[in-house]
């Protein structure tokens, strides 16, 4: 394929996304019917997949507690006290690559 071809392939995918999203805001956003049958399937997935949910929320929990730790104190400007308060912590955050060594 050449580059001329190549560019006009890009072009109609753009166009078509363009398209789409228009036809969205435009008819579809507002259909009643296509709404109800949205939420129904919104429902259903949620539904199907809070064990899923609740598992990554358990496996992130440490990760997610040392990055607000580590937030709370770059807002405040504060980083040294962080690594003399919790030294394991800013290690841990060292190894993530939050904070340079």
């Known amino acids: 394929m050449t580059d001329e071809q190549i560019t006009r392939m890009l072009e109609r995918y753009k166009k078509g996304l363009e398209i789409k999203k228009q036809q969205y805001h435009d008819v579809k956003k507002h259909d009643p019917e296509f709404v109800a049958r949205n939420r129904e399937r ?38 040294d006290k962080l ?19």
């Open 83 to 101: 690594q003399d308060k919790y030294p394991e912590k800013y290690k841990q955050l060292q190894d993530m690559g939050k904070i340079e060594s």
């Open 42 to 79: 919104a429902r259903l997935h949620y539904e199907n997949n809070k064990e899923k949910k609740k598992q990554n929320y358990e496996k992130n929990k440490e990760r997610n507690k040392l990055l607000n730790l580590f937030n709370y104190y770059k807002k405040k400007d504060m980083l």
